[in-house]
């Protein structure tokens, strides 16, 4: 692993591993390119947020962690690698399923499924094979702890997951990441939909989460960024202009693309 | 009156526009009323003139003769007076008529008086036709063998005709088979097509051409796909007339339709449900096995009672492949083997309305037949249908988004 990139920001928690590896990364969708040359370092149980214009490549980009890119016929990779603790994820012998179950996502509209509150959460692990009720039990606890619902859902657990409120979905469906224990989280804009109210809570979600793991998100909001994020890369027409320590970014940036973008002058 | 305003910023002015808005309105209005009045009409029809064969006036309400038993030959004694004198009463009424005809158009008074005769017969033979119904022996074939002594030919004018008695029992059993068969086969290779064709396939000029292929197919008439059948289930595989023959055609006949509906209502699925699930490590199959199938089954429900409603009511298809007209046995009884089963033919009831009503002499004993079959058709048509959708409530209060 490389612990000297180009890009690497020069700031006094370097000294965390890095855990994501991306190396001149270009992708496209059919014949329309939509990233360009990426490089990057991403720390482990760091939250780093991405933030941009819309249409800037920074969705495409996380979903190319989780390969769900793979789903849409024209996307391609064109050339570059991106390495998950040392592997290449889109070598040949890369498992899909395996690398989801180490990269879990949160989507932009929450998608708990129609069914109920626990049967969201213990989803994950039912596909995997558990059955034991015990411990299908032990980890919708765990996780709805872990998302900090516990108290809010757990008397009404066999009810509807779409009878809750759009926070709540949201932290069900990051509760429904973890049950699969990943290392990796990939939060694509998880608070776009959510009140001021509801965010605060997911955002202190995510401030807890952080301990145990490496957070990837992508969010519209400068100030979420800046509140949650200890780096920040800045994209603009799907190239990566900026990627620092957050609050070099927001105070500091070096480019004047990033500067003209924080301080609200476009985007 | 109306008390007269002053215009004002938004008071209304008739416009051209406004009337003609109106027009086109009740335009519509008066369409869609038509239309169910006119299918009002044709259900009440049905159901009024086969309650007639279906139920009784003593208990246990319901003919379960006509229900259970084949059709048979229907044998019939009228009370030789009262028949005689309906007869000699009608030619008298004929006569009448003749006479007025020849009348010309001024003698109207004479004209008049006729008139009056010719209603005062009329009221003679109606009631001369309650009593001949009063006294009317009928008897179907099984009970007329059965009889020690047939009434006297002095007393009662004997007539039979041919299936006018017995009831529709092989041919309920036959096309509950047929529309359960056919679409189970067509549900399964339906519902497998449509995951294949929502889920797994390309989009391209291939799908394209598949999918036009099928929307096609269901512009294809029905005798086509029995004539279909019929040289290839009946004489290339060498089935005979057969049930099987007849479920496979019934089964290609309503795939389009099942296709079409059942694919519909997987696209129909929010691609969250799918990302959702595979962002968890589910594999495709997975997915679309908890994710896309459980939340489209109402919709592919909906596709089958469409594909019932296609599959129950055809004659055509299984006229060459799968219908006898008449069958003694009911498809359980007398097998060799039980391989058998699927190799013989039934009666169906679509097929048995158009044997009485256009293969056999008219009469008023016939038509009874007519409505009774095809009042319990639409019964057992509107009882599949009532399950579909009962099944597809229930699933939809369990899945809904």
Redesign the interface.
């Known amino acids: 692993m490389s612990q000297t990139s180009p890009l690497a920001p020069n700031d006094p928690s370097a000294s965390q591993q890095t855990i994501i590896e991306i190396r001149n990364f270009d992708f496209a969708y059919g014949d329309s390119q939509a990233l360009f040359d990426i490089n990057m370092d991403i720390k482990e149980k760091e939250v780093t947020a991405f933030i941009g214009p819309s249409g800037c490549g920074k969705s495409t980009f996380l979903r190319c962690f ?1 390969r ?1 890119n793979d ?1 849409i ?1 024209i996307a391609r990779i064109k050339a570059g690698e991106i390495k998950i603790s040392g592997i290449n994820i889109y070598d040949d012998d890369v498992d899909v ?2 690398l ?2 180490h990269v ?2 949160v ?1 932009q ?1 929450s ?5 109920s509150i626990y049967d969201n959460i213990a ?2 692990p039912r ?2 094979g558990v059955k034991e009720k015990g411990a299908l039990d032990q980890v919708v606890e765990e996780c709805l702890r872990g998302a900090a619902l516990w108290d809010e859902v757990k008397d009404r657990l066999n009810e509807s997951a ?1 009878g809750m409120s759009g926070g709540q979905q949201q932290r069900l ?1 990051i509760a ?2 973890l ?2 224990r990943p290392k990796i989280l990939l939060m694509d804009e998880p608070c776009s939909a959510l009140d001021p109210i509801a965010t605060a809570k997911v955002e202190e979600l995510i401030h807890q989460l952080k301990k145990d793991y490496t957070i990837i998100i992508v969010t519209h909001s400068m100030q979420q960024a800046a509140r949650l994020s200890d780096r920040t890369a800045f994209f603009y027409l799907g190239k990566l202009i900026e990627f620092g320590n957050t609050d070099q970014i927001f105070m500091n940036p070096n480019d004047p693309q990033t500067e003209a973008y924080v301080s609200g002058r476009f985007g | 009156m109306p008390h007269a305003t002053a215009h004002h910023l938004f008071s209304k002015r008739p416009t051209g526009r406004r009337r003609v808005e109106s027009l086109l309105t009740n335009f519509f209005r008066l369409t869609s009323y038509l239309v169910i009045l006119s299918a009002g009409y044709i259900f009440a029809n049905i159901a009024y003139h086969g309650s007639k064969a279906v139920f009784t006036t003593q208990a246990p309400y319901i003919n379960v003769a006509f229900l259970t038993q084949k059709p048979q030959t229907l044998h019939v004694y009228e009370p030789r007076v009262a028949y005689q004198s309906i007869q000699a009463t009608r030619v008298e009424i004929l006569k009448l008529k003749t006479q007025r005809r020849q009348l010309g158009s001024n003698d109207k008074l004479s004209a008049k008086s006729l008139t009056t005769a010719i209603q005062a017969l009329e009221i003679k033979v109606e009631a001369l036709d309650i009593e001949r119904k009063a006294g009317r022996l009928l008897y179907s074939d099984s009970d007329y063998r059965k009889l020690a002594r047939s009434p006297s030919e002095a007393d009662y004018v004997y007539n039979n005709y041919a299936y006018s008695g017995g009831g529709i029992g092989p041919a309920i059993v036959g096309t509950c088979l047929l529309v359960a068969g056919s679409i189970s086969i067509a549900l399964t290779l339906g519902v497998l097509c449509a995951i294949y064709l929502s889920e797994y396939s390309r989009p391209g000029r291939t799908l394209q051409l598949i999918r036009l292929s099928i929307l096609n197919l269901s512009g294809v008439p029905s005798i086509v796909f029995g004539l279909f059948g019929f040289g290839m289930f009946v004489l290339f595989f060498g089935w005979g007339v057969s049930m099987l023959a007849g479920w496979l055609t019934l089964a290609i006949m309503a795939l389009p339709v099942i296709i079409t509906a059942s694919e519909e209502s997987m696209r129909a699925i929010p691609k969250g449900f799918r990302e959702g699930s595979l962002a968890l490590g589910a594999s495709k199959w997975t997915s679309i096995r908890s994710n896309v199938l459980p939340y489209a089954l109402p919709g592919i429900l909906t596709s089958s009672i469409m594909g019932i409603a296609r599959v129950a009511g055809e004659t055509a298809p299984i006229m060459f492949t799968a219908a006898f007209a008449l069958r003694d046995q009911l498809p359980w009884q007398g097998l060799d083997k039980p391989t058998d089963f699927f190799f013989q033919g039934v009666m169906a009831l679509p097929y048995h309305i158009y044997v009485v009503s256009s293969k056999i002499p008219q009469n008023e004993y016939t038509r009874n037949m007519q409505y009774g079959a095809a009042f319990v058709f639409l019964f057992i048509v509107g009882f599949f249908a009532l399950s579909s959708i009962i099944l597809r409530i229930k699933i939809r209060k369990k899945y809904s988004w």
């Open positions: 989780n769900m789903l016929d399923i395996e989801r179950k879990g996502m989507f509209k998608n708990p499924f129609p069914k989803y994950g596909i995997q779409l469906c429904r990441a049950a699969v």
